[in-house]
């Protein structure tokens, strides 16, 4: 075996080698005596690693330019006094943004209209969407047009969503009263009233998210087991149980994308507040976002809206560090549970 191995290495290395693709043979006899090629191509390596470094560098750039640089500069400038202006110098003051801003009532106040659009869209965007899911999650033609119609509202530009619903809501000739003047009920200031303008503009944010969430829960739905659920048909299970036992188990996932994204985004709106009352009337519907936007671009404080950038920031990761880390403790917990008592009927 040896000798034929050292022939046939003999033979291959006196062959031509057109490709140049090797520049040293040497063999070994050892199991059966293979010609091991030590490539040549140190260089190819040498360029493959220095392209996925070009590569690698292009993305860290264009991530580093457009999310950490700007995060970077919000964090600075929340401990400096500026009005914005160019030229203007940046006074250091500690951290006395953040002591004014947690000092005061308006700041406190637009945490918790925060809040009411966090609840919003527990009680009126998951449910809805949830059983719309459930009403389209078949793929019929009939499921397929109200899936479409339902994700309308999605795809209408905020701006013209914001408009549309305070012409809607206006106290003289909007359709809402209109239509309740017919039932003989009086006209009401929906937007102009201090408590509950806040409640109405979060009540419309829902209605536009209600499609796009109910699109997450048919994809959470059509992912379920068609078997698990054959069975529960077969052991005699109504729609109802079924849902119960093993749709809603099997989207968990789906459930911890909705909440994450639904808490988290509760603490970054903008853009609604901003089109239907700008934070009014007064500052009853200020959320932090147009708070920092008031106190930057109206008042000239940078310095005091940067504190508020970076606690929106600061707030958006730990709830969504903290409801993903809660959600797998209790997933892990419920497993180990499981395997408990698979092991004492053992």
């Given amino acids: 075996m040896k000798r034929q191995a050292k022939l046939a290495c003999l033979l291959q290395s006196s062959a031509p080698r057109s490709t140049a693709a090797f520049d040293t043979i040497s063999c070994s006899a050892k199991r059966g005596s293979v010609c091991f090629y030590e490539r040549r191509g140190e260089k190819v390596k040498k360029n493959k690693t220095g392209t996925a470094i070009i590569l690698l560098f292009i993305p860290v750039l264009v991530y580093s330019l457009f999310f950490v640089y700007p995060i970077g500069y919000t964090v600075y400038l929340s401990f400096m006094k500026w009005n914005g202006m160019a030229g203007v110098r940046k006074v250091f003051v500690g951290f006395q943004n953040y002591r004014t801003l947690f000092s005061q009532a308006v700041f406190r106040h637009s945490l918790g209209n925060a809040v009411v659009f966090m609840a919003v869209s527990l009680l009126v965007i998951f449910p809805i969407s949830f059983l719309l899911a459930l009403l389209v999650s078949k793929g019929t033609k009939i499921n397929s047009f109200l899936r479409t119609a339902y994700y309308i509202p999605t795809l209408l530009p905020m701006a013209a969503t914001g408009m549309m619903w305070m ?114 009337p007064g500052t009853a519907t200020d959320v932090p976002a147009t708070l920092m936007y008031d106190q930057a671009f109206l008042s000239g404080r940078f310095g005091y809206a940067s504190s508020i950038g970076v606690f929106i920031i600061f707030l958006s990761l730990l709830i969504t560090f903290a409801l993903n880390f809660f959600l797998d403790e209790k997933e892990e917990s419920g497993r180990g549970t499981e395997k408990l008592q698979r092991r004492g009927k053992l």
Avoid: C
Wanted: charged share 15%; proline share 4%; aromatic share 12%.
């Fill in 167 to 280: 012409f809607m809501l206006a106290y003289n000739g909007g359709a809402v009263n209109e239509i309740l003047g017919f039932f003989g009920f009086p006209p009401h200031d929906w937007l102009g009233d201090t408590r509950g303008a806040i409640w109405v503009v979060a009540l419309v944010n829902a209605w536009m998210y209600i499609g796009s969430n109910m699109l997450i829960f048919v994809t959470g739905i059509t992912n379920v087991p068609s078997d698990i659920l054959e069975a529960a048909i077969v052991d005699g299970a109504d729609p109802l149980q079924r849902i119960i036992h093993i749709t809603i188990p099997n989207m968990k996932e789906t459930f911890k994308v909705f909440l994450t994204s639904a808490i988290a985004g509760s603490v970054k709106v903008f853009d609604i507040i901003y089109v239907m009352t700008d934070g009014g």
